[in-house]
């Protein structure tokens, strides 16, 4: 019988990588500092500590998440059973057997959060912000960092992160509620996808490319889509070094590209003139935006696309 609960043991613990919330490691902590604080002025310290030439600034924190190894789990209930009838010698046992392999391999909590800051260089006054993944101890040090977000910004960014980031209204339409509304749907549109990337230059080049949308629309107060569109096109072919004395001549009308009920483009046609000492030729190219209005590519059809200009 005692070999069967043992296997029972051994086969649980097989799941290493097993890791649980747990909130029994929040209940200890009621009376006093909650833990979530203390692990953020501990990553705060340790910043502060690791940064001496540079000014921290505090922009929030994740959710905290504590995790607990399967084998914890499994002493913690079967202390409880024991709690419950003392009389069980098999649970001694067990719980023998499992606390002497939690010590060999030094079984521990962690803890786990996200943390967005910026450090501001106290000669050049460069500023970048980050966003990193902190691992901790249950000793609550820092054992580990993940970057997951770094860009440099220049004081028109700073000023621009910190509207979106604490969600300031830049719409001017209508009363302040209806532009807060309106200012906060634009926010997390933007936001939620931004929690959709993975990597680093990913999440840092479209944060950047969310700041540019945000100041073209902080300008004026309103946000003209197909105006934001042909700008941003027609900037990038004048930057083509292929293309010379670039002269637009029109816009096809703006279309959107739907699948599984979901947008997953807009794009237009436009033609415009190229002229060079000798020579001037009229081309058309097919251009293509993300739902999130990046510009993904500027391509020649394989065939002029009259039909979508109008007479």
Partial sequence: MKRIYFISIITILSLNSCFIADEMFLDNESNKESLSSKVEK????????????????????????????????????????????????????????????????NIRYSLEVDHEYSLKNKLTKAVELFETKFTLADSIK???????????????????????????????????????????????????????????????TFLKHTLNVCQDIKKDGVFDQNYYLIKSADKQIRLD???????????????????????????FFHSFISTTADFSDTLSVHIEFSPYYELRSISTPGKTHNIYFND
């Fill in 42 to 105: 501990e990553i705060s310290k340790y910043i502060k500590d690791n940064s001496e030439n540079y000014i921290y600034k505090n922009y929030g924190f994740s959710e905290l998440t504590i995790k607990k190894p399967a084998e914890l789990v499994v002493l913690d209930n079967l202390k409880r059973k024991k709690a419950l009838d003392s009389t069980q010698h098999i649970i001694n046992q067990q719980i023998k057997t499992l606390d002497s392999i939690i010590k060999v391999k």
């Fill in 142 to 204: 820092v054992s580990k960092i993940k970057p997951l977000l770094n860009l440099k910004l220049t004081d028109t960014d700073v000023t621009l992160f910190e509207t979106y980031f604490y969600e300031t209204p830049i719409f001017l339409t209508g009363t302040y509620a209806e532009s807060k509304t309106l200012s906060s749907e634009f926010y997390n549109f933007f936001k939620q996808h931004q929690e959709e990337l993975i990597g680093v230059k990913q999440k840092s």
């Fill in 241 to 267: 070094s292929t293309i010379t004395n670039y002269k637009p001549i029109e816009y096809s009308p703006l279309f959107e590209t739907i699948v599984n009920e979901k947008l997953a483009n807009y794009y």
